[in-house]
């Protein structure tokens, strides 16, 4: 079994309130879910109306499969167009 986390810092410039982030925070996670079943969360900058912290962790059999989708949940980030992405770090757990 393999694990990857992965930590995404982002800020969300045309927020003007916590409503309006957690609104692009929802629909990103969501969207991640939909489209590989990952475990997503907020994990940093809940009081934050402008910066978000999304972690998210993915399971696999195989190191190509954990890695393949860690790349395209990174891509769906940088492809959102409300987030400025400051860093997304991964970390493999010790399983």
């Known amino acids: 079994m393999h694990v990857l986390i992965l930590h995404i810092d982002a800020r969300v410039p045309a927020s003007q309130s916590l409503k309006n ?3 692009v925070l929802q629909s990103l996670v969501r969207r991640i879910d939909q489209l590989h079943s990952v475990g997503a969360a907020e994990v940093g ?4 109306w402008q910066r978000l912290q999304l972690g ?6 195989n190191v190509s499969q954990v890695e393949a989708i860690a ?3 990174e891509r769906m980030v940088w492809a959102e167009p409300q987030l ?9 757990a010790d399983c």
């Open 71 to 73: 790349d395209s949940i």
């Open 84 to 92: 400025e992405v400051l860093e997304i770090e991964q970390t493999w």
């Open 45 to 48: 900058g809940q009081d934050s």
């Open 56 to 61: 998210a962790s993915i399971v696999g059999d």
């Open 21 to 23: 982030k957690r609104a």
